[in-house]
């Protein structure tokens, strides 16, 4: 009766480990946006502003190598301890403590010496995000059957496009309390949902002596090969249109659809189409679980392909406007079929790696697109 009461378990999405991986995901988003907006800011306080382009490239490299290389260390205790949660915890734990290094690095008001500190903790900081991340998500699918893995997705997509549409009130905030009070509480934040993380993982590893579960037969038929070029070629397309919306879209819809709403901001623009993004999330899940991931991903990649390249050389603000819709139509549904499709082109014994393959994908384009504009 108790095998059988797991099986039904197994059969639904794990909701507490779901929205504890949401919390930990949003921490993360949070941190990105504190880094994005105190780090040039750090480099001209403290006169590093001619390593701008050195440490986008760093970050860069740091984005696309680290993910695998956690991803590796993932599957290697998925074996040797029965779960990954080792290597999420190591990096949460380096994480908040890099936070709080900067944190009273910032409060001591460090001097000409200890101000050199600052590069190498911001690239500490960088490797730490991104040591716990690929894991963390990997376990989506120990929370999620198969088939519902797209429902999932489109949790952790709706938590992190509300918390990017909401970035400016984010950013006075942090203005408000100050670059060291930032960083100390991000620390807090980021070891309080990895702690909740943890814990509700390792409650669902009770039920099989502390373990990742998954049925013999269908390890022993995991005899597929991991589609690594398939699955970096998978982050890229999810990342290229994401770095494209963030860092290309304000300026081009400003000038080219802002007349039409009394001179709206591009970064507003940004904004409705995260929200519009976040409020059709479910609906997009239901759509790629009724016609398939990969149908889902192809469609949705050509058609933000096309959308993207008419947004740019159409001087049609009609057609623009349409275009910014069809976008943002799509991008949701990327979004949602994206890793779902990759986790099922990977082998089981390869599965964190495969997802950190993925991320490693989805950094890329932004690296590039980074180190372009800093140079």
């Not at 929205?19 to 504190?34: C, E, R």
């Not at 105190?38 to 760093?58: A, C, N, R």
């Not at 709706?158 to 309390?177: F, K, Q, R, S, T």
């Not at 910014?324 to 799509?330: I, S």
């Amino acid at each position: 009766m108790e095998a059988i009461s797991i099986s039904k378990e197994r059969d639904d999405i794990q909701w507490k480990q779901l929205w504890s991986l949401a919390a930990l995901y949003g921490s993360v988003v949070i941190g990105w946006i504190a880094y994005q907006n105190y780090q040039p800011k750090l480099l001209e306080q403290f006169h590093f502003t001619d390593f701008s382009f050195l440490l986008m490239v760093s970050q860069g490299v740091i984005l696309v190598v680290t993910p695998p290389v956690a991803g590796k260390f993932g599957d290697r205790y998925r074996f040797k301890r029965g779960h990954r949660i080792p290597i999420i915890s190591a990096g949460i734990s380096f994480a908040a403590m890099v936070f709080m290094a900067v944190a009273f690095t910032l409060l001591g008001n460090p001097g000409e010496i200890f101000k050199w500190i600052l590069p190498l903790l911001i690239v500490f900081w960088l490797i730490a995000m991104s040591i716990f991340t690929s894991p963390a998500l990997s376990t989506l699918e120990l929370f999620t059957p198969v088939d519902k893995l797209p429902r999932a997705m489109a949790v952790l997509t709706i938590v992190a496009n509300l918390i990017y549409a909401i970035e400016p009130v984010i950013v006075d905030i942090i203005d408000y309390i100050g670059a060291p009070f930032t960083f100390m509480a991000g620390g807090v934040v980021v070891l309080i949902s990895g702690y909740a993380l943890q814990k509700n993982s390792l409650t669902l590893f009770k039920l099989t002596d502390n373990k990742e579960s998954r049925p013999l037969a269908a390890i022993t038929l995991d005899t597929q090969k991991s589609k690594f070029a398939y699955i970096l070629f998978l982050g890229i397309a999810l990342g290229l249109p994401t770095s494209i919306l963030f860092n290309l879209f304000p300026d081009v819809l400003s000038q080219k659809i802002g007349f039409l709403f009394n001179d709206l901001g591009g970064k507003m623009f940004v904004v409705y189409i995260l929200v519009f993004s976040a409020l059709i999330s479910l609906p997009a899940s239901s759509l790629v679980n009724k016609i398939g991931a990969e149908k889902s991903f192809w469609s949705s990649f050509t058609l933000i392909l096309i959308c993207t390249l008419c947004i740019f050389l159409s001087q049609s603000s009609v057609i623009v406007l349409s275009m910014v819709f069809g976008f943002a139509l799509m991008f949701t549904l990327l979004s949602v079929s994206s890793l779902p499709l990759a986790m099922s082109r990977s082998n089981y014994y390869e599965k964190v790696f495969c997802v950190g393959i993925f991320f490693s994908g989805v950094a890329l384009p932004e690296g590039i697109i980074n180190a372009i504009q800093a140079f």
